[in-house]
């Protein structure tokens, strides 16, 4: 399956369940059985486990409604309901974008923490171009729907987001505008 997490940390989990309960239904994606089937002392032992690297106490705090919590704690729970059964490719869609920055900078480390230690394979989109150097492997740069930059991590190394915004105008032909960036994205 694919793994999402939105830019909207109120989508992909449900507000009005608890840490346990959206944590149970991740379990259960695509098998059918009962919340009950997913939540025991078993469970609950490993819900605390995948909760506790991401150091926000949440793993103490199963019971609590997730339309209760920050949006970085609900943008953690999100990534954790993505990852708990290991995604063939986990989908990052402006996942931090929505969050202020000391929050995003959490959110992303945790990604970063959780992909490598699975090993998930993840696309990450974003329209920060200093996150898209600083995370994953490779870099594409994309233009009203086409592939203008493709870059490996040996040809991304070194890069700086002038170096970046150069690449873009060369493939493009045309001036990379920021005004644009902000009133599309």
């Known amino acids: 399956y694919v793994g999402r997490v939105y830019q909207d ?3 992909g989990t449900a507000a009005k369940m608890t840490i346990e309960e959206n944590l149970a239904m991740a379990v ?3 098998k ?3 919340l009950r089937a997913a939540s025991n002392k078993q ?3 490993s819900f605390r486990l995948a909760l506790a690297p991401l150091k926000l106490g949440l793993e103490d705090r199963l019971n609590a409604l997730v339309g209760t919590l920050s949006s970085g704690q609900r ?3 999100a ?4 990852t708990i059964s290991k995604p063939a490719l986990l989908l990052l869609d402006e996942h931090s974008a929505n969050l202020d920055p000391r929050t995003a900078q959490i959110v992303l480390e945790l990604t970063e923490m959780i992909v490598k230690r699975e090993k998930i394979t993840t696309l990450m989109i974003t329209h920060n171009m200093e996150l898209a150097l600083r995370y994953g492997n490779r870099l594409i740069m994309m233009h009203e ?3 203008l930059v493709d870059l490996n991590q040996e040809q991304r190394t070194g890069l700086t987001i002038n170096d970046l915004v150069a690449a873009f105008e060369r493939a493009s032909g045309s001036k990379f ?3 644009e960036i902000l009133l599309r994205g």
Request: hydrophobic share 35%.
């Open 75 to 77: 943008q953690a729970v």
């Open 177 to 179: 505008s920021e005004d």
């Open 9 to 11: 940390p109120n989508i």
């Open 145 to 147: 729907g086409k592939i």
């Open 28 to 30: 259960l994606r695509g």
């Open 32 to 34: 059918s059985r009962g």
């Open 43 to 45: 469970r609950r032992e």
């Open 79 to 82: 990534l954790v309901m993505a």
